[in-house]
């Protein structure tokens, strides 16, 4: 089977697994996004599974329309660090209740395994 990974699925496992870590930190960058998803893809390719991974402007824009009661633009104080921040008054609860329900137990498994997750930072 082939998968296809969508930034939604991205940001959201992201940010489920940042704020398991750290319930403070409230973003995951870009950065961090295309790392975490190459990790993924990774691994469903080494089981044989078959991924692709979908990180285009178009993907990010629908996910601030369609996701606006999740998410919203990140931005660090001097710019230079851009990403996805999790709206005020969600947690990472909210997040598996609408994120991963309908996932493959493949692609699940993958957005946990510790290989994918250790890309992340959780400062």
Not at 24 to 37: A, I
Not at 90 to 105: E, M
């Amino acid at each position: 089977m082939k998968f296809c990974i969508k930034m939604r699925d991205m940001a959201a496992n992201a940010m489920i697994e940042i704020l398991k870590k750290n319930e403070c930190r409230r973003y995951v960058t870009f950065e961090e996004l295309d790392k975490y998803g190459m990790e993924v893809v990774k691994i469903l390719n080494k089981n044989n599974e078959g991924a692709v991974l979908v990180m285009l402007r178009d993907e990010t824009s629908a996910l601030f329309r369609d996701y606006s009661d999740f998410f919203e633009p990140f931005s660090d104080k001097a710019g230079d660090c851009q990403g996805i921040k999790l709206i005020a008054g969600k947690d990472y609860r909210d997040l598996i209740y609408r994120f991963r329900g309908y996932l493959a137990l493949d692609v699940l498994m993958a957005f946990i395994d510790e290989q994918a997750v250790n890309v992340l930072a959780f400062h």
